[in-house]
């Protein structure tokens, strides 16, 4: 139920000190405000529901914000809307067509002002839909309108209320599947949107596009717009239902749908009611709670989880202190007289409020949630380039979790976050001469801790220099290139893409070989490819379609040279196909073809490189999905493959075989696709985008995809950019400033949140980037000193920090030491072992840098450690006699160190350590 109009309370709770003023149930999350104007949120957040501007799951009642001003409460499916004494409208989750009312399709998860107007008095929440009434007494609706739901008299959807016909006695109203029932001042019952099961009772199964009076009676007091069925109350205290009636949720003990509203059973003492999916609720004026209909996870509170309940309303044990119902998908909240409440049924996010996730059966009840005390004082100390120290006065009284504290470079609170019992934390792996932002709350339990701003400091700069030239990252995995011209993969290596021989995973950089003449590098589906100083071309990894272009479709986990020509000088992957330019300016392509992404006139894959064309004068190519963007030296702009989404950028949507030139400019200077969008630098330092923008991957404001090159904003300063499979973007301005948008599912996007950006954002303050790349679920960036910064899922090891915690942040990236000595000995010279055993037995040491403990790992037995400072002393010794160990570095002065380890069958690594 989604109630959003109070009759007949015949108790006032603002008399009790702690007592909710208001409640209400959406699909799988609760909300409340208190008799103190505070706004409470609990259960699942993954829309932003909770409004508290993460997404993190809450299982008991959780304090949004410090606002003490909120006056109504409205949950529904994914989305809470709420009002504050001033009158105006705010709301805050999912948003895909419109129902926030914003005028975007934007997800918010912090409440967002609707409008301006200050004279709203109701909401309530459909499927997808709003439906508002202002203390004109008005009718309002927003959203979704496939079936008429809005009652404008059309079926096209509106992201900004509108007016409904120009009645001004609306009393009340209520929202369902695609469907809504409201009462007017007089006392008729009113319905609109869908009707399929006869849910508007009006006895037949037509859909109606705008209110339309059900009966003549004037008598009618409250309404509950559910699934495909109704429940009403007269001002007689009986109780009526109507609809579908599959779980005997009409309460006359049969299964048999009604189209016309049905007296149940002959009392007239009924006061509130509240019914979602199939389950029904109402309470008497003698305070005891009744329920009936589907019981699947137990929300009728009758001590089991029978499917569905044929019976009459039966009573819900002996309690007479019930008051209002609020039911969600599969779970109902019961307002007691005394101002606090009661749950029952499914839990699975914490919906319940009770800080479990455990079905309930029986109603359990809610604990008014205590007061956590604050830590004070805030500091921030010990600050170097990678390292700073945050510490807190202790509360008053001691939290019984201890503390909860987050950092990013946002200012907005977001990012990585933590735990932990003492007042003092040492955060590691920051970026150099950048500004953080940190902020700390008590834990005592129960959710709600008011989060505290800690204040902020900027991390000295780099002392070290970096090592990274150049990064390409892919759908799960990434390649570097060093600057001693080596190159290094990390994350998902199921298919080889790594290209050390195995398919072992890597969640640390691993050296690909050990030639040091790399110069271009691309990772793309679970595959790569590089081209030599020497204009030989290779590729490892996934071959389905041939993309490796060796002539077979066998996978490989080892680099594998392309033919024996010696002039590539560019290279692109897409969805299992390359495409690829010579230095005489002739393309080539081969793999997939499905969407004739190759250019050559056909939709046949193929394995082995064909020539495009005759033309002599392409100057660059790219391809991430199943279509291809050229330019040629003339710098025009050429297209072809794919073009489902108009990402071919020529005012279609039809598939191109062939390159067709885009408009007649002359000055386009960089491209790149993603997946099913496009994007473009021009040489007046613009860029343009086209295609698929459901994610606000075309940086305009808007997720309208467009089938013709719009421009991203009006700056004029772009110097490079990179455009993601999966719809993210990251570009770097002429000043060095980062710059993120479009899909954000992962926090690929640096910003320290997980929420899909439409426009250019800049992330932090530091103005030396130069080298940057968007993968599926990740962005990647090197700044002019080598440093090398990953944000993004870590599901597979790709963030290569050693570990699989996603950031949203970004993290830097260690310099790895290249592949060990052996006996004096490099690895690609004198050994009794191909490069494929020599990778699968490598040496694996992390983090390095490193602060405290250093990790190391090794296929054969690590015998014994040793560590030498510059001067060649021993500053540190262990045995190991294990695959894995670890040394503590914690005593060690700042500095470079040789690490040499001892193996199996005399073996002898080493490896140079970095101490910070």
């Known amino acids: 139920m989604r109630k959003i109009l109070l009759l007949g309370v015949f108790i006032s709770i603002h008399s009790f000190a702690q007592c909710w003023q208001s409640l209400n149930a959406g699909n799988e999350h609760s909300a409340g405000i208190k008799t103190d104007g505070s706004l409470w949120g609990w259960g699942t957040n993954f829309s932003g529901e909770l409004g508290d501007g993460t997404s993190m799951t809450r299982k008991a009642p959780h304090r949004i914000g410090k606002i003490t001003d909120w006056k109504m409460i409205s949950a529904g499916g994914n989305q809470t809307f709420a009002i504050k004494n001033n009158g105006t409208l705010w709301a805050w989750g999912r948003n895909e067509y419109g129902q926030l009312g914003d005028g975007t399709t934007t997800t918010k998860n912090i409440p967002t002002q609707i409008g301006t107007d200050t004279n709203w008095q109701s909401v309530s929440i459909g499927e997808d839909f709003s439906v508002g009434i202002k203390t004109d007494g008005t009718l309002w609706t927003w959203g979704r309108n496939d079936s008429g739901q809005l009652g404008d008299g059309t079926t096209i959807s509106k992201k900004t209320p509108t007016q409904i016909g120009t009645d001004t006695n609306w009393q009340s109203v209520d929202t369902g599947y695609k469907f809504a029932l409201g009462i007017k001042t007089d006392g008729t019952l009113w319905a609109w949107g869908t009707n399929t099961s006869g849910q508007h009772g009006d006895g037949t199964n037509i859909l109606k596009k705008i209110p339309t009076q059900i009966g003549t009676d004037t008598n009618w007091k409250n309404v509950d717009a559910a699934d495909n069925y109704s429940l009403g109350l007269r001002t007689d205290g009986t109780l009526w239902a109507w609809g579908q009636n599959v779980y005997g949720q009409l309460g006359d003990g049969t299964n048999v749908s009604k189209k016309i509203p049905q007296q149940i059973g002959t009392a007239t003492d009924w006061l509130y ?340 064309g005759t033309a002599t004068d392409w100057l660059s190519v790219s391809s991430k999905g199943n279509h291809t963007l050229a330019i040629k030296t003339d710098g025009t702009l050429w297209v072809w493959g794919d073009n489902k989404f108009g990402q071919l950028g020529d005012g279609t949507t039809v598939n191109k075989t062939l390159p067709m030139q885009i408009g007649t400019a002359t000055n386009w200077k960089a491209i790149e696709g993603g997946r099913t969008h496009s994007m473009g630098l021009k040489t007046d330092g613009t860029i343009w985008a086209w295609g698929d923008n459901r994610w606000g991957q075309l940086g305009d404001g808007t997720t309208v995809n467009k089938t013709l090159p719009i421009q991203v904003g009006t700056a004029t300063d772009w110097r490079n950019f990179s455009s993601g499979t999966n719809g993210s973007t990251i570009a770097v301005k002429t000043d060095g400033t980062l710059w993120t948008w479009g899909y954000n599912a992962s926090g690929q996007l640096g910003d320290g949140f997980t929420v899909h950006r439409s426009t250019p954002m800049l992330i932090g303050t530091t103005t030396d980037w130069q080298s940057i790349s968007a993968g599926a679920q990740n962005t990647l960036a090197i700044n002019t000193n080598g440093l090398l910064v990953i944000s993004g899922s870590n599901s597979h090891g790709e963030l290569g920090d050693g570990g699989d915690t996603q950031r949203t942040i970004f993290t830097p990236v260690g310099c790895p030491a290249n592949n060990v000595v052996v006996n004096g000995t490099s690895a690609n010279k004198g050994l009794n072992m191909d490069k494929a055993s020599f990778n699968a037995d490598q040496l694996k040491v992390y983090p390095n840098p490193v602060y405290d403990i250093l990790n190391l790992s090794l296929d054969q037995k690590i015998l014994s450690v040793a560590v030498y400072n510059t001067a060649g002393k021993e500053v540190l010794a262990k045995v190991i006699n294990d695959t894995k160990g670890t040394l503590n570095f914690s005593a060690l002065l700042p500095g470079i160190y040789q690490v040499i380890v001892h193996s199996v069958n005399g073996a002898v690594k080493t490896v140079k350590v970095i101490k910070r």
């Open 273 to 612: 009611i509240g019914a979602k999916n199939g389950a029904a609720f109402a309470t008497k004026t003698d305070g005891t709670l009744w329920s009936w209909g589907y019981n699947a996870f137990g929300q009728l509170g009758h001590g089991n989880d029978t499917s569905s309940a044929t019976f009459p309303p039966t009573q819900v044990g002996s309690s007479t202190d019930n008051l209002q119902i609020y039911v969600g998908k599969n779970h109902v909240l019961v307002k007691k007289t005394d101002g606090t409440f009661r749950s029952c049924g499914l839990n699975s996010s914490g919906q319940l409020g009770d800080n479990t996730t455990i079905e309930r059966d029986s109603f359990v009840e809610i604990a008014w949630p205590e007061v956590c005390i604050s830590p004070t004082q805030f500091s921030t100390n010990n600050i170097t380039s990678a390292a700073a120290t945050i510490s807190w006065t202790a509360a008053t009284q001691a939290p019984s979790k201890g503390y909860l504290y987050m950092y990013s470079t946002n200012p907005t609170m977001s990012g990585n976050n933590g735990t932990t019992a003492s007042t003092t934390v040492n955060l590691t792996n920051l970026l150099p001469a950048t500004t953080y932002y940190w902020w700390v709350a008590s834990d005592c339990g129960f959710s709600q801790a008011v989060w505290l701003e800690g204040g902020s400091f900027t991390t000295l700069p780099a002392t070290e220099p970096g090592c990274w030239k150049n990064v390409s990252a892919g759908l799960n995995h990434s390649i570097g290139l060093k600057k001693d011209g080596t190159l290094w993969g990390w994350g998902d290596n199921s298919d080889g893409a790594l290209g050390d021989g195995t398919t072992i995973n890597r969640n640390i950089p691993t050296q690909i070989g050990t030639s040091d003449n790399w110069v271009k590098i691309v990772a793309g589906l679970s595959y790569s490819a590089g081209i030599k100083a020497d204009g030989t071309l290779w590729t490892w990894g996934w071959n389905y379609d041939g993309q490796l272009g060796d002539g077979t479709t066998v996978n490989k986990t080892l680099p594998i040279q392309v033919g024996i020509a010696t002039d590539w000088v560019n290279i692109t992957t897409g969805d299992g196909n390359m495409a690829a330019i010579k230095s005489d300016g002739t393309l080539w392509g081969w793999g997939n073809n499905k969407s004739g992404q190759l250019g050559d006139g056909t939709t046949v894959n193929k394995t082995l490189p064909i020539q495009i």
